[in-house]
């Protein structure tokens, strides 16, 4: 380092911070460096008791000075830089008002350089840094209790993009040739010790006797988007290998854990079918959102290799996706052997059976919208499968009309189901059964078809 001056005590400018918090903080991590060969300690998540968060003007600031930092300096971006940067002179020592860069119109490029940043490198060290760490780890690992209303909106709407503000750190520590890197290391470590406290919650709810597996999923799901998150700002931030893969292992384990209580609910529905294990299935596949997060993750591992393979043993991605993909395969059996049995039963209940029917829509979906280069061919039979089913099954609809006129109470039974298998039908693509089936309900109900 070498282009910004020692204080005007005699001190160096660059010193560790303090590990005892500022006063009327919420306790600053300590940022001192560790001795040689120590393993160093996790960073501390920051736990706060309300909302607001620290530092958020000297994020945005900060997020403006990188902006003019990524350019080469000319005279007028120099003076814009210090102008963003004047608010903080005291706070760095320095003495407000002076202007530098006066009597600097015609230095080469590289002096101007050298004179602003010997000028902005003390602001951007000691203040920018630290309160863009405070910021990020308030947003990223801070327990907030959440505001309502107006409130809320006003004060979320001005809070700079976390990626944006990962981005400026990196930007300033490059400007300042990798000082105050600390404060990026700080927040990478935070991110990594949330992460891995967030799976083990995860996992216990997971494993919890009294698990709702459709709640699971959905937590499972959020948990996944938010590590998949947090891994972009570690990347942002520049952080290496070792600590990406660490983040990396943390989502895949959820992803695993999120299909196989997928899978375990499917299977106790084929296993044994009653009304319990059915409701429990029924709202895993309903969740076709989380299911798609999860295995999108799956198979974006797979690709990218994160898990090292051994000969003639499947890594436990690939055993958890297809364990989870023979699981809906059996699912999609039982469904339409069920389905077709019970079409034309006049002692099924009507809303099971459409519950059985949204069921194979949305086995359908996950199959048609999981699109992935690395998908298993499985599920490419498995949706053509589906629709061939469902066309057969709008065809012996038809059919079971037909038969049915001339008796009200059986016609009453089938037109609830009838209606439900055109909506299916048009979204498994088999329109043309769908119009012969909806021509049909409306011959049945004596006036002419509504417009499906």
């Known amino acids: 380092m070498g282009f910004w001056p020692a204080r005007r005590n005699g001190t160096p400018r660059f010193r560790a911070p303090s590990a005892q918090p500022a006063a009327g903080g919420h306790g600053a991590i300590p940022l001192r460096p560790a001795p040689a060969g120590a393993t160093p300690e996790p960073a501390v998540p920051v736990r706060l008791s309300a909302r607001k968060l620290r ?52 230095q080469s490029p590289a002096r101007l350089h050298e004179i602003a940043m010997r000028h902005a490198a003390p602001v951007l060290l000691d203040v920018f840094l630290p309160a863009a760490r405070e910021h990020m780890l308030d947003r990223l690992v801070g327990v907030l209790r959440p505001l309502e209303g107006d409130e809320a909106a006003r004060q979320d709407g001005g ?47 997971g494993q919890s006797a009294a698990t709702d597996h459709s709640s699971t999923l959905g937590a499972f799901s959020h948990t996944l988007l938010r590590l998949e998150a947090l891994r972009l700002i570690m990347e942002t931030l520049g952080a290496r290998s070792p600590a990406l893969d660490a983040l990396a292992y943390q989502s895949r384990r959820v992803a695993r854990l999120a299909l196989r209580q997928a899978a375990a609910a499917i299977n106790g529905f084929v296993r044994e079918r ?68 019970t079409l034309a039963s006049p002692d099924f209940d009507e809303l099971l059976f459409v519950a059985l029917l949204r069921k194979i829509k949305w086995l359908y979906r996950f199959c048609d919208r999981l699109g992935h280069a690395h998908r298993p061919k ?45 909506l299916v039908l048009g979204d498994v693509g088999r329109l043309k059964v769908r119009d012969m089936l909806a021509e049909r309900i409306a011959a049945a109900r004596g006036g002419p078809e509504s417009g499906t």
Not at 164 to 172: G, I
Not at 184 to 196: C, K, Q
């Open 378 to 422: 499985e599920l490419d039979e498995l949706r053509d499968y589906l629709g061939l089913q469902s066309a057969m099954l709008g065809r012996q609809c038809a059919e079971a009309l037909s038969g049915a006129v001339g008796d009200p109470t059986l016609m009453a039974r089938l037109m609830p189901r009838a209606d439900e298998l055109v």
């Open 55 to 106: 530092h958020a003007r000297e994020a945005q600031d900060a997020i403006k000075a990188a902006a003019i930092l990524r350019q080469p300096l000319t005279l007028d971006r120099a003076e814009a830089l210090l102008a963003v940067l004047e608010p903080y002179r005291r706070r760095a020592s320095l003495p407000a008002g002076a202007n530098p860069l006066h009597g600097l119109v015609g």
């Open 159 to 205: 809070l700079p993009s976390a990626i944006d503000l990962a981005n400026a750190m990196r930007t300033m520590i490059g400007a300042l040739r990798g000082a105050g890197r600390q404060h990026a290391l700080a927040v990478i470590d935070a991110v990594i010790e949330d992460s891995r406290a967030m799976v083990q919650r995860a996992s216990g709810i």
């Open 274 to 341: 009653n009304l319990l294990t059915l409701r429990d299935s029924l709202l895993v596949i309903a969740k076709i959102d989380s299911l798609i997060v999860v295995a999108l993750r799956i198979l974006d591992s797979l690709q990218a290799h994160e898990e090292e393979a051994t000969p003639f043993v499947k890594v436990a991605d690939e055993e958890a996706l297809d364990d989870y993909v023979e699981a809906i395969v059996r699912l999609a059996e039982a469904l339409v052997q069920l389905t077709t049995r």
